[in-house]
């Protein structure tokens, strides 16, 4: 409907977002350190999945900040930061969802072991 009235196909075709907004996408306390992390993950998350050609594959996509952090290396060094969870979903009434399946298979496809 959206196409045939001449709405943009980004527009018509964009994943839904939570009402609440991206608070709703970081657990526990919302501050602007990890609102920032959330949008930047998001970006990228979203970006990644476009590039692939795999955005109108699946319904609903996006980033969500833990409030636990990880350890890992950057240069040299340890380094603790926050945990991000990518989420990726197929379904056809936004009542029930199912992982989706095309998404992981080119994560596990770009794997380097």
Same mark, same amino acid.
Do not use: C
């Given at each position: 409907?959206?196409?045939?009235?001449?709405?943009?196909?980004?527009?018509?075709?964009?994943?839904?977002?939570?009402?609440?907004?991206?608070?709703?996408?970081?657990?526990?306390?919302?501050?602007?350190?990890?609102?920032?992390?959330?949008?930047?993950?998001?970006?990228?998350?979203?970006?990644?999945?476009?590039?692939?050609?795999?955005?109108?594959?699946?319904?609903?996509?996006?980033?969500?900040?833990?409030?636990?952090?990880? #350890?890992? #290396?950057?240069?040299?060094?340890?380094?603790?930061?926050?945990?991000?969870?990518?989420?990726? #979903?197929?379904?056809?009434?936004?009542?029930?969802?199912?992982?989706?399946?095309?998404?992981?298979?080119?994560?596990?496809?770009?794997?380097?072991?």
């Amino acid at each position: 409907m959206g196409t045939l009235l001449g709405i943009p196909e980004e527009l018509v075709w964009r994943h839904p977002f939570p009402g609440p907004g991206i608070g709703i996408r970081i657990l526990g306390a919302v501050t602007p350190e990890l609102v920032e992390i959330a949008r930047r993950a998001d970006h990228i998350f979203i970006s990644e999945i476009r590039s692939a050609g795999l955005y109108r594959k699946i319904s609903q996509a996006f980033a969500a900040v833990i409030d636990r952090k990880a #350890v890992g #290396v950057m240069g040299d060094q340890r380094t603790y930061e926050y945990v991000v969870a990518l989420r990726a #979903v197929t379904t056809v009434d936004f009542m029930t969802a199912d992982v989706s399946t095309v998404l992981i298979n080119v994560l596990i496809s770009d794997l380097r072991v």
